[in-house]
């Protein structure tokens, strides 16, 4: 079919834009249009593709979507190899990589823990993609790379080289690769053992088609053959040249001298890197002179003038002793595994989460198993998988409980969901314990001094059996528990008394309906009294913004039960109270503003100060752009920080942020 002037002209103009706004999206990560704005102009092109075909061309972005299955992968010969890197276990053997180089000046990088890859572009085109293989061919992923939204189909502006081979690592950032295990167990389908094996399984496989519902993305961090453009002669120029012609490349790169800057980067990395959205195993220090890169050369298959430096292994292995379960606050059961004690990442591990009955009955998790373990940084140490071969004669299955083994109610899995819950509620001894320190803790009531082991001991002594039983405990009840001497239990006395005076948003969050966070309490104060709250309809409450069904139906389900409604009653009766117009009074003096923040706070959570920005009516984003007008930038802010500065962007340390929400209290 012959295709009118008009149409073509209008396609090209489609895809331009389009390719604009993916840069802007995900290169640059300061979008130009809004995603609705984004689907329409795709939408658009697709439409007129789908009326002539011979529109389509290799660099339309319409292409992304996946081609037909393929057999097998092809082999691409790597016209210049693709190196590794010689590792560095320790300081020692990265200053002793670094002897020679006094003063010398490096390039340092993440090392991304991906899969590596590269890219070939002829004229522009991204021609073909191909993984690192052995280094001198591997496999042709072209069709599964052109999915990956961050690699651009056809490179930028027009002084890019006639042939350009760009190498870097596919990976998945570890959002997605937690979503997308949960959404492979509901399909009953192969769950990754970590981000970079959903990387390599999701770029090595022959449906493109999949591959392109896998968020997968791309960091550039070398060349291989370049002609027709001379390139500079410093690593990082060459990286800023990539970026230039749309690729991208790391923001947490960084310039430095000698090997004192480079352990200085690891330590910074190090700590910063449980908060990174994807997986780093450690950081990578490059001579940044291509002249004397090329003086010093290579040996074997590794370069001298380059070492990764890794970190300590998250991982370690060892022996489940026993299996224990769980009950929180709002029922679930956790089965917990307790461990030979191993050190992982420099802290002793005893206990490893085992999630939930489901993720125990696919690893096939037993008592006496040999086990591999993983922490990350502050999260909970998880068991990961089974050595099979070392598993002992005669164990046996885990069997579930179908009885809460704290208080013997039946417990009860909702179809649908992964969690087993305890039903006996405020009846099971573990559920009030979670549900007294969640309504005693400093967000909450605020109750000084009530701590995780008094409230055992009142659980356990029978002392509080309902909310309200905290408001009558007695000096001389509190002097006959372990190590309470007189004055504490009168300053707990006198710190139940001050609690009873709080605000409405507070009490929300405290009387623990699942799903009200903090936040959520705010809003739902801002909306309603009390009373209103009790009775509202689910659709009353789904019409407040951010109260989507789900947590409306936990609100509902809350106020169904006679048990809460008498609770709060009685704790209203027994003095609670809060001023009651404070959901009329809304301090709304920072709406106009936009805050990004960034590295570690010392005084507070970065959800604490989010909550407490937008109480104000402050935006709160995660992603500085021209809109941004204030950062909070914390302890060891790293490529945000540079991106404000970059931008004139107004910067505050902590210090000054608490000074800001004071001036409002
Ligand atoms: C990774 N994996 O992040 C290199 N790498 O450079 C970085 N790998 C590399 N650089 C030359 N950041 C060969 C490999």
Known sequence: ???????????????????????????????????????????????????????VTADSPSQRVGAPPLDAFAKIVHSVPMLSLNNAFNYQEAEDFAKDFANTEFFAELKFDGLAVSLRYEDGLLVSAATRGDGYSGEDVTANAKTIKTIPLKLRGEN???????????????????????????????????????????????????TAQRPLSFFSYAVGVVEGVELPQRHNDILKLLQQWGLPISQDSQLLTGIAGCLKYYESVLKQRQDLAFDIDGVVYKVNDLALQKELGYVSRAPRWAIAHKFPAQEAITQINDIDIQVGRTGALTPVARLNPVEVAGVTVTNATLHNQDEMKRKDVRIGDTVVISRAGDVIPAVMRVILEKRPKKTQEFIFP????????????????????????????????????????????DIDGLGDKLVEQLIDRDLVIKLVDLYRLTVEQLTSLERMGKKSAQNIIAALEKSKSTTLARFIYAIG???????????????????????????????????????????????????????????????????????????????????????????????????QLENLGAKVTNSVSKKTTCLVAGEKAGSKLTKAQTLGIKIINEADLINLLKSYE
Not at 183 to 189: C, L, R, S, T
Not at 555 to 569: A, G, R
């Open 513 to 611: 309906i699942r799903e009200v966070g903090e936040s959520t309490a705010n809003t739902l104060a801002q909306h309603f009294t009390i009373e209103a709250l009790m009775a509202a309809t689910k659709q009353e409450l789904q019409n407040i913004p951010d109260i989507g069904p789900i947590v409306a139906q936990h609100i509902v389900k809350f106020f169904q039960q006679s048990d809460n409604i008498n609770s709060i009653e009685e704790l209203q009766t027994i003095g609670i109270n809060w001023p009651k117009n404070s959901n009329t009074i809304i301090n709304k003096s920072l709406a106009e503003e936009v805050f990004v923040l960034t590295g570690t706070l010392s005084q507070m959570t970065r959800t604490e100060a989010k909550t």
């Open 402 to 445: 179908k009885q809460c083994p704290v208080c013997g109610s039946d417990v009860i899995r909702v179809a649908g969901e992964a969690v087993a819950r305890c039903s006996g509620g405020f009846f099971c001894a573990a559920q009030r314990k979670q549900a007294l320190k969640h309504f005693a803790s400093r967000r909450a009531m």
């Open 160 to 210: 890019y080289p006639s042939v350009l081979e760009v190498r870097g690592e596919v990976f998945m950032p570890k959002a997605y690769f937690n979503k997308l295990n949960q959404k492979q167990a509901a399909k009953g389908e192969k769950i990754f053992a970590n981000p970079r094996n959903a990387a390599a399984g999701s770029l090595r496989q022959l449906k493109s088609r999949v």
């Open 1 to 55: 079919m012959k295709i009118p002037k008009k149409i073509e002209s209008q396609a090209a103009k489609l895809r331009h834009t389009i390719n604009e706004h993916n840069y802007y999206y995900y290169v640059v990560d300061d979008p130009r249009v809004p995603d609705s704005e984004y689907d329409l102009l795709l939408r658009e092109l697709q439409d007129l593709e789908a009326k002539y075909p011979d529109l």
